[in-house]
Structures are given as C-alpha cells and as structure tokens.
C-alpha cells in the first residue's frame, strides 16, 4: 500500500478522535455527495440505453437491394427518439444460419442524419470477404452502440 494511503488513513482516525461531531458531519456530506453523483451517474447511462434502444436497426444480405458486390449488405436504421440523430455507431455482425458462432463482426458507424421516426437504409461494404462461408445461409444482426443526437444550436 503506498505511503500516502497509510498516511491518509492515519490522519482520517486521528481526526476523527479528536473531532468526532465535525468529521461525523463531513462524513455524512461527502456520503451523500457520492450517493448524489451516483444517482447521477446511474440516471445519464439509463437515458443514453433509452436512447440506443429507440434506434431499431435491421441488416440482410440482399442482392435485390444492393446489386454492387463490394457493398452487399443492406442496412436499415429507423429513429424511435423525438430528437434528430447525428450518428450512429453499431457493430455488424453474421451467423450461419441455425448458428450461434459469429462468422463476421465489424464495427461500423454512419453519420447519415435521421429525423425522428424516419427511416434510413443504405448498401454497406464487407471489411473481409465471407470466403469460407459463401453460398451458406447467412443471418446479419445490428447491435447499435452509441447514438449522437443533434443538439439544439449547432
């Protein structure tokens, strides 16, 4: 344990010795003070998960959709927040299917601008050829990240 956590402990037992009623106070306001940033804290990551949920996100393999085969893969995002999002980072993922076992994985972002309840679909590239698993009934799956909302005034 380095010396300045000892030295720190010491003087924290001595203070409260020789000052119960004060460090008591001091204790109890630095408590809630952390209980406070806590809830805080714990309120930011709830919003920023609503937020990532309202972004519904949906990928196939879809030669219809996108003939050119170095972007094969068509991705739809749909806006469920109030607000316009900015951007969107999201990790491409696919399986054979009746497979648990991930084939390709990639992490990908889009800046394309999304009006609440719009929706927006693109032709997204591979960042590696499917080699081993070409002609076999693949399932694409959307895992959305983070969201970047706009913000008023810029």
Not at 10 to 38: K, Y
Not at 75 to 82: E, K, R, V, Y
Not at 126 to 140: C, H, N
Request: hydrophobic share 50%; with cysteine; aromatic share 8%.
């Amino acid at each position: 344990m380095p010396i300045v956590v000892v030295v720190g402990i010491v003087v924290a037992v001595v203070l409260f010795v020789a000052f119960p009623r004060q460090m008591g106070l001091l204790a109890a306001v630095f408590i809630v003070g952390i209980g406070a940033l806590g809830i805080y804290l714990w309120a930011e990551a709830q919003q920023a998960a609503n937020t990532r949920s309202a972004v519904t996100a949906e990928a196939q393999l879809a030669p219809a959709l996108c003939p050119d085969p170095k972007a094969p893969v068509a991705i739809a995002f749909t806006n469920g927040n109030p607000t316009t999002v900015d951007a969107i980072g999201f990790v491409l993922e696919a399986r054979r299917e009746g497979h648990s076992g991930l084939v390709y994985s990639d992490f990908l972002s889009s800046d394309k601008i999304i009006a609440p309840g719009e929706r927006s679909s693109a032709c997204w590239p591979l960042s590696r050829p499917l080699k081993d698993v070409a002609g076999a009934g693949l399932v694409f799956t959307v895992r959305v990240n983070s969201v970047q909302l706009h913000q008023d005034g810029s």
